[in-house]
């Protein structure tokens, strides 16, 4: 719903902005030095100065939003270095989707650049920078330009009587530096907790907190600022999805600008839990009637868990396996019932032992490993087409091998009590947030005693009916009823596997340029597919070679859907700060937008493409690679996504005027020149050779 509400908001602006104004004209941009000279081992400064059209603004290195700050690429002589943007003050402005920190009318930008001592006096420098940024009003617009300056190289630098002005002026929009000061930060809740105390008082109160990393908030979006001595504490809360309801990374450390008269600097700094005060004493023990409290809680919580929806379906399962052996002798239901409960009791241990030795630091939180919860899906997926019948595990048709069935059946009655454990634990939270709080504070002893009275409430109805037949007996006899029975649990396992995969589409689906959510539904099918071929044609009254075929093939399809399915790390081609950038940036497509950029004398590279499309996707996922990002970038091309998604007559219109009538089309518009269409099936070398091509070196001032 939230999701639908950003959209239709969205929407409604874009049509508001594109019917009831005209385009603006670019930002005009320049690029100063400080220095009319410089010289050998020296730091000078340069100043970036953006000028933007009237009601229009860019953005602050944090936007608070989802839009683009100014970025630069440097491309320097040998021996130089840049150093960070410095950012100025922001003004804080009140959006659609919350505050946004931006730079209205004539920003200045300083860079420090540092000059290698072995420069040779008398030559003349190239400093060459391609700076990108995005200007909003109630639409947005990226910009970007090349800049070169020529410095000469000299013994000594001279300052350039011209640019003196605007330097000081730009320093005076800069936050002041704090000396001497004591800075930490703590998280506290679900705020973070941030204490400023300078070495000189503060004596305006600070007005807000503008943080440098989008998980933090500004002070005034439901945080406070508050005076404790000669100290200011500044409660921040954490933002976890962004405007189009994305999550948003945590991270371990912040910084930013504490606003007010005198706007001051708040270097990074390390979100930490305080350090535990000494202690004088040893601690002194809990009295019985705590360790009976939490025991009991513990208890009641695994029998409460016996009711939670995501339990349903082991209960489903076990309530069949009593069914079945309505008829068997008390020793062997008996023995079921212990088998099961020792399934349980040992999966509480495993997982009690890794939340005790560190590796989990909440109940529930072996879920947050993708890996398990795709391992959960699968188990689910496959159980429940094994009760719909698709096909038969433990069971012999001929009724011969009847040791091995039975073997089968008690190794199943142990993997239900391990199922029942996984997929029980995150049910927990909200029946035993207080008693598990307290039993992680426990030693070794009392914390393993605490977890195993847990085991015993969920395993303890299943002991109860094995342990006393006479229940067992009061269940309905087997018959036809029990096929019904049994395909109508496989939905509930179905149910239980959605639920999962939706928990696997946060944390997975967006990886690899977004591809990875169409691999998972396909590795899912293949998996499926499997299941069916091994049920279809693997019946013992199948010849031998038939049945092998089958295996081999439902093998293959089971583990090439795994490891599509699986959730392989997103490809990370670089390191440092060039992780941080974008991929791809795409515009949405227009013919009122492609006729401006081609007005402009900018290329314009547009993509026909649809979600149903999956050529479409396949083309995303394999041609813009990191090296094409940055030639479309060099190039100054604009990208432009014409979705089809959605019926759309004005795509469809020009499609027929391109004699297309299917997707993918590609094209390449450059002004002046006849538009490049590509070929259906795009790859990284025929986009690098198209743009190379059609924009040589020669046009790039464009």
Known sequence: MQRLTHFLITLVFSISAATGQAQPLSSTANLFSEEASISPGKPFTLALKLDHPAKWHSYYQNSGGIEQSLAIKWTLPPGFTAGPIQWSVPEVKEGYFGKSFVYPGSPMFLIDITAPASLEIGKTITLTADASWQICEESCLNEQKTFSLNLPVAAASQKEPATAGLFEKARASQPARLTNAKISARPDASDVLLRVEPAQAIEDIPTDFIPDQPFIKSAGSGGSIQRDGNAWLIRLPRATKDALDNDIPQGNSLSGILTGARPVLIPETAIENPAPAAISEAPRPLPLSMFLKIFGGMFLGGLILNLMPCVFPVIGLKIMGFVQQAGHDRKKIMLHGLVFAAGVLLSFWVLSLALFLGGITSWGNQLQDPRITLGTILIMLLLGMNLFGVFEIGTSATGIGGNLVQKQGIAGTFFSGVLATLIATPCSG?????????????????????????????????????????????????????????????????????????????????????????????????????????????????????????????????????????????????????????????????????????????????????????????????????????????????????????????????????????????????????????????????????????????????
């Open 430 to 702: 909200p029946f035993l947030a207080v008693a598990i709080g307290v039993a992680v504070t426990l030693p070794a002893v009392p914390f393993f005693t605490a977890f195993t009275f847990m085991a015993i409430g969920l395993a303890l109805p299943y002991l109860v009916l094995s342990m006393f037949p006479a229940l067992v007996e009061k269940l309905p006899r087997p018959g036809p009823w029990m096929e019904s029975f049994k395909q109508g649990m496989s939905f509930l396992l179905f149910a239980t596997a959605a639920i999962f995969l939706w928990v696997y589409s946060a944390q997975v689906f967006d990886l690899n340029e977004g591809q990875k959510g169409l691999w998972v539904m396909l590795g899912l099918s293949a998996v499926a597919t499997a299941a069916w071929i091994y049920g279809r044609w693997n019946q013992p009254v199948r010849n031998s070679s038939v049945r092998m075929t089958a295996k081999v093939v439902a093998a293959l399809l089971c583990t090439g859907g795994i490891l599509l399915a699986w959730p392989w790390p997103a490809t990370q081609p670089e390191t440092g700060a060039a992780q941080t950038k974008p991929a791809a940036v795409w515009g949405t497509w227009s013919q009122q937008e492609e006729d401006r950029l081609l007005a402009e004398g900018r290329p314009v590279f547009v993509d026909y493409t649809a979600k149903w499309c999956l050529t479409c996707q396949l083309n995303k996922g394999r041609a813009y690679t990191r090296p094409v990002i940055d030639l479309i970038e060099k190039k100054g091309i604009v990208l432009l996504k014409a979705d089809k998604t959605n019926p759309s007559p004005a795509i469809d219109a020009k499609l027929k005027q391109m004699g297309r009538s299917a997707i993918p089309v590609n094209v390449l518009l450059v002004p002046g020149k006849e538009p490049q269409i590509t070929p259906a099936l795009l790859t990284a070398d025929y986009l690098t050779e198209l743009f190379t091509k059609e924009l040589p070196a020669s046009e790039l001032s464009r």
